[in-house]
């Protein structure tokens, strides 16, 4: 039987990147340097204010039992985290916005393709931490209600959002059209709900791990936090703009989890 409330958790963020990926379709070609570091200070709050209390404080929770010692899967899980995102981003070839060389193994991919695997390596972790949190939910974990879950689908929308914006527009002005630049965004997206799924599945064989795929998330999401958007948002002149918008989103995303959860 279908989990309609499962679903729908999933899609929310697939929503909200598609809803910033048709900004193309409505703004200029280029974003401005201030506009980038506001849109990038942003999605750092909500990931880093995700991977706290959505995250870290759950794992820990569900840990409980081990007493002073409830803080160790978190700890380690965090850890596994960082060493996949780091695994990947040497794996995977990939460009961010702005940035004149490729990282990971050298390829003859087109720039637009390399930009477009920039986000989808980015989107991955937030993936994992919707399905960590919703495994949480589906196997009948107290520490994480349908309520709490949900708050991280909206947080991880809203950042969505403007992710959808930055990854459509460049690769817009880097030469594709409209639609294919809108379609790219959208593709980009794809693979939160895929992540999400098989971090789901994955709970499911083995269910004492979640305090271990909670924190998990939380290290990858951390990585792309201080790896990419927080260089991102001080890129530039010197501004205070990344440093506001980090703190509404991650104020906007704490108060959405306490709210809801």
């Known amino acids: 039987m279908i989990d309609y409330n499962l679903a729908i958790g999933l899609l929310i963020p697939l929503i909200g990147t598609s809803a910033g990926s048709a900004c ?16 990038s200070g942003f999605a750092a709050g909500v990931m880093v204010a995700a991977s706290i209390w959505s995250l870290l404080i759950p794992a820990m929770e569900q840990s409980a039992e081990m007493g002073s010692w ?21 794996i995977i070839p990939h460009l961010h916005v702005n940035a004149d060389e490729c990282e990971g193994p050298s390829c003859n991919l087109p720039r ?19 399905g960590a949190v919703y495994a949480g939910y589906v196997t009948g974990s107290k520490a994480i209600t349908l309520s709490a879950a949900l708050a991280l689908s909206i947080g991880i929308a809203i950042q ?20 294919r630049a809108f379609l790219d965004g959208v593709l980009s997206g794809v ?32 990585y792309v936090v201080v790896e990419e958007l927080i260089p991102e948002m001080t890129e530039g002149g010197h501004s205070h703009i990344g440093v506001l918008l980090f703190s509404a989103g991650f104020t906007l995303m704490m ?7």
């Open 24 to 39: 193309v379709f409505f703004m200029k070609k280029e974003l401005g340097v201030k506009l980038q570091q506001a849109l």
């Open 70 to 90: 409830a803080f160790v899967p978190a700890f380690i899980g965090f850890w596994i985290g960082v060493a996949v995102l780091l695994s990947l981003d040497n």
């Open 112 to 130: 637009t393709t390399m930009m477009v695997l920039a986000v989808v390596l980015h989107n991955i972790p937030e993936g994992m931490a919707i």
């Open 160 to 179: 969505n959002f403007p992710e959808g914006a930055i990854i459509s527009m460049p690769v817009y002005a880097a030469g594709r059209t409209k639609g």
């Open 191 to 222: 693979v939160e709900p895929v992540a999400a799924f098989l971090t789901i599945l994955a709970a499911g064989f083995v269910v004492p791990v979640m305090p271990y795929l909670l924190s998990l998330a939380a290290g990858a999401m951390m």
């Open 255 to 261: 108060a959405l989890d306490v709210a809801l959860g």
